[in-house]
C-alpha cells in the first residue's frame, strides 16, 4: 500500500499559518521544525500556560521534597501536568495521553519511563500511554521533582511523535533515522534540545532530558549517530554534549 505524508501545516488566509496534525501521518523532520519553531519567545497563551505550570510545580515539588513525608503526585496530577506540558511546548496537539505509574518498570524493562500505543489503534479513547516507575530517580545533582519533570517532558516528546509521526510505516530510510529504533533519533534529538532550552530559561532551572544516555542507547539499537548537520539543528545549549559523544564514538571507532 502507498503511503502519502500528511502536511503539518496549513494556512488559512494570507498570512494565518496553523498547525494541522493527523495521527500516524507526517515526517518525523517536520513534526521537529513545527514545534521547536514555537519555541522562542513565549507568546501570550504560552506565558499563560507557564504561570499554571508554575503553580502546579510550587504545589508538587513541596509535597515530593518534603523530608519528613514525601508524597509522589497521583496520577491525576501528572496527567495535569501533560496538559499543561502540551499547551506550551505542543500547542495543545498533545491529547488523549494517558499515565500510569509502573511500579518496577526499571527493573522490568532497564529504563524508568516507557511509552506504548494502545492496542486497539486508531479507535482507542488513549493515543499513547505514559509509563513512569514512581522509584526516587534523584541523584547527587538533581531533586526528585527536578528529575521527575526531566523524565516526563523527555517522554512527552517521544509520545508527541509516536501519536503523529509516520513511525516509519512509509518505508523511508530517512524517516527511520529520524525516528530511531528507541524513538530518539534526530526528531526527539531536535525537539529534546529546544525543549531543554526553553524549560531552563522559562520554567524550572536544571531539567535534564537525558540526551547522553538516550542517544548512547539510541546508537547501541540502530548504530544511530547524530551528523554534523543534524547537531547544527539541535539548539545551540546542546551542541557541546553532542559534540562530546561525536568524539568519544570517533575514539572507540
Known amino acids: 500500500m502507498y503511503f502519502t505524508h500528511a502536511a503539518c501545516l496549513s494556512t488559512l488566509g494570507r498570512r494565518r499559518v496553523v498547525l494541522v496534525l493527523q495521527r500516524l501521518r507526517h515526517r518525523p523532520s517536520e513534526l521537529a521544525a513545527a514545534i521547536v519553531s514555537n519555541l522562542d519567545d513565549p507568546t ?21 521534597n518534603d523530608a519528613n513525608n ?14 499543561v506540558i502540551s ?3 505542543f500547542l495543545g496537539q498533545l491529547k488523549h495521553i494517558k499515565f500510569v505509574w509502573k511500579e518496577g518498570l526499571e527493573t522490568e524493562d532497564g529504563d524508568l519511563g516507557r511509552i506504548s500505543l494502545p ?6 479513547r488513549h493515543w499513547a500511554c505514559i509509563e513512569v516507575d514512581p522509584k526516587d530517580c534523584r541523584n ?8 521527575l519533570m526531566g523524565r516526563l517532558l523527555h517522554e512527552c516528546i517521544r509520545a508527541f511523535l509516536l501519536v503523529y509521526s509516520c513511525n516509519s510505516a512509509c518505508g523511508n530510510s530517512t524517516c527511520e533515522r529520524e525516528i530511531g529504533k528507541t524513538g530518539h533519533g534526530s526528531a526527539w534529538l531536535r525537539i529534546m534540545s529546544y525543549v531543554e532550552a526553553f524549560v531552563d530559561e522559562h520554567l ?38 553532542l559534540q562530546m559523544f561525536a568524539e568519544d564514538l570517533a575514539e572507540r571507532n
Not at 70 to 83: A, G, K, S, Y
Not at 119 to 124: D, K, N, Q
Request: proline content about 4%; some cysteine.
Open 44 to 64: 501570550h497563551h504560552q506565558r499563560r500556560a507557564i504561570r499554571k505550570w508554575q503553580d502546579l510545580k510550587s504545589r508538587l515539588e513541596g509535597n515530593l
Open 70 to 83: 514525601p508524597r509522589t503526585p497521583t496520577e491525576r496530577e501528572m496527567q495535569r501536568l501533560i496538559d
Open 87 to 89: 499547551e506550551i511546548f
Open 119 to 124: 492496542t486497539a489503534g486508531l479507535a482507542s
Open 140 to 147: 547527587l545533582m538533581l531533586d526528585h521533582f527536578t528529575s
Open 204 to 241: 524550572h532551572r536544571g531539567v535534564y532530558l537525558g540526551i547522553d544516555e538516550a542517544i548512547a542507547v539510541e546508537y547501541s539499537r540502530s548504530g544511530y549517530a547524530p551528523t554534523l548537520q543534524e547537531r547544527a539543528l539541535c539548539h545551540p545549549m546542546s551542541h557541546d554534549a
